[in-house]
């Protein structure tokens, strides 16, 4: 059974930067196109970045040019580096992993094989 524990998650001001981590284990890693969602409260899920296995990536409006989604396969880990974050950013993080036999692909919809459990960002003005 496949488990993805995320980490990195804090308290920054506006303008600052996290970067979180999402650590892979159970399941061969580079089958799995990764995805970044963040749940704001009172608010649905969004996925807001995503990188397949073959490293292509895919970011929402708001988020791109200050998020950069990375992965490392040998680490069996993908990042989101989050810079100029903004109040608007508050929102619990989560990852998830599905399985693709496409290794160019992936995908913001909420149609994840596995989840972790989520990280707290807040960030204040």
């Known amino acids: 059974e496949g488990q993805l524990v995320e980490s990195g998650g804090g308290s920054v001001q506006a303008g600052g930067s996290l970067r979180l981590a999402c650590a892979a284990s159970?399941?061969?890693?580079?089958?799995?196109?990764i995805g970044w969602f963040r749940q704001a409260p009172g608010k649905e899920r969004e996925g807001i970045s995503c990188?397949?296995?073959?490293?292509?990536?895919e970011y929402i409006s708001p988020v791109k040019g200050r998020f950069t989604i990375s992965r490392d396969n040998a680490k069996n880990t993908v990042y989101l580096q989050m810079n100029n974050l903004k109040p608007e950013d508050t929102a619990t993080y989560f990852c998830?992993?599905?399985?693709?036999?496409?290794?160019?692909?992936?995908?913001?919809?909420?149609?994840?094989?596995?989840w972790g459990k989520g990280t707290l960002v807040t960030v204040s003005s």
């Open positions: 990188i397949s296995s073959t490293l292509a990536t």
């Open positions: 998830g992993a599905i399985w693709t036999f496409e290794a160019g692909w992936c995908t913001l919809r909420d149609a994840m094989d596995f």
């Open positions: 159970g399941l061969t890693f580079e089958a799995y196109a």
